[in-house]
């Protein structure tokens, strides 16, 4: 008689567009079946992916913290446990992560909990609360893991967790999706076409709308391109923002006033990031702060050159030269030397992809870092 499957808790603040919620969904979708039965907490609200999920099977449940230290949203945290038969949490993120100790209290290490930091805040400061609480509620059992060297080496600085803890478990994205799936010439001219493109070459920034991504930095970074010789061309380059936030009528201002509106679109969330890839000749990203982002690994996958500031995780992906272009962050200067380079010399462009393509399917793929996670949930449960 088989053993039923293990139930697991993805505890977040919201189901929205981002690296923990995405990595979170791969998981589930990976792993879903004999072995393993997932539920999603979401802390905060639902976000735009709860019904997606929901969709596909799987339960929602919503907390609705309260501001300020909410110790019901504790409370109910461990009612949801006890009434899905939760075995093993993972918490993304730290808020998640304290309430999930909160939830078990001082005295019960069990359900034990995984604690991925996916990427730290701007500027990242050492917070002394954090390291009385994970002293005292963090348990023995537990695991903590982080997406890049740098996000482990900023747990053990500001948040007080010993290095001997903290396993590295990098990002990885679907193979299949964004390296096998390609797009005909005549469905890349209708994609071109349905975005009111002719011949522009395409710089493709996909990003939730958010100050930390520093959008205006590739704004300005454009109307410096245009007097370069890749912006003198008779096709012009283009760059196209592909996510929504918070930051969208401050961009849709900044875009205005440096008249580039002909030059800069917003194209509002995208669930065809796999395709927009296709049609771009460079991938930006230009973050004050980051793990390491989906977005370069997924441009990596497709073969796109990537130009992005020297941030976080990210030159532990990128050897600028190699198989990308670093600047450092806030200098649009720089970043539009780099989209130039990129684009007046296509042997370096095409070099750079090609390093960066090998290495993702070295180090990057979704099946590795699946294939990881599903051990330490393993050791976790002492199996």
Request: proline content about 5%; aromatic content about 8%.
């Amino acid at each position: 008689m088989k053993d039923a499957p293990v139930t697991v808790c993805q505890l977040l603040h919201t189901l929205n567009v981002g690296g923990a919620e995405i990595l979170a969904s791969r998981l589930v979708s990976r792993l879903s079946g004999e072995k393993w039965r997932f539920v999603f907490f979401c802390l905060d609200a639902e976000g735009v992916r709860a019904q997606e999920m929901r969709d596909a099977g799987f339960q929602v449940e919503v907390l609705g913290r309260r501001p300020g230290f909410d110790t019901q949203c504790m409370r109910d945290l461990a009612k949801l446990w006890r009434k899905h038969g939760v075995q093993l949490v993972h918490a993304h993120q730290y808020t998640p992560y304290f309430y999930a100790m909160g939830a078990r209290g001082f005295f019960r290490k069990t359900p034990p909990i995984l604690f991925t930091e996916h990427g730290r805040f701007f500027p990242d400061l050492p917070n002394w609360k954090h390291k009385i609480f994970n002293r005292i509620l963090s348990g023995s059992r537990d695991g903590i893991s982080a997406v890049s060297r740098s996000v482990g080496d900023a747990l053990v600085k500001n948040e007080g967790i010993p290095a001997s803890r903290i396993e590295v478990v990098l990002n990885g994205i679907d193979e299949r999706r964004f390296a096998e799936k390609r797009l005909a010439d005549a469905e890349k001219t209708a994609l071109r076409a349905s975005l009111g493109l002719t011949n522009e070459r395409v710089i493709l920034f996909t990003a939730r709308l958010d100050p930390i991504k520093d959008h205006p930095a590739a704004i300005h970074a454009m109307k410096i391109l245009l007097e370069m010789p890749a912006g003198q061309s008779a096709q012009k380059p283009v760059l196209l923002l592909a996510g929504g936030g918070p930051e969208r009528s401050n961009l849709e201002q900044c875009i205005s006033e440096n008249g580039l509106e002909k030059h800069v679109r917003l194209l509002g969330e995208r669930s065809d990031v796999a395709e927009l890839l296709q049609i771009a000749e460079i991938f930006l990203l230009t973050s004050k702060s980051e793990g390491i982002p989906l977005t370069i690994l997924e441009a990596f996958a497709s073969g796109v050159p990537v130009a992005a500031t020297n941030v976080g995780g990210i030159p532990e992906v990128i050897e600028s030269g190699k198989n990308g272009l670093l600047a450092p962050s806030g200098d649009s200067g720089k970043i539009a030397e780099h989209l130039n380079r990129l684009l007046t010399e296509p042997e370096f462009a095409s070099s750079i992809s090609q390093n960066a393509q090998e290495r993702f399917f070295r180090e990057f793929t979704e099946t590795k870092m699946v294939g990881e996670y599903e051990k330490i949930f393993l050791r976790l449960l002492g199996k």
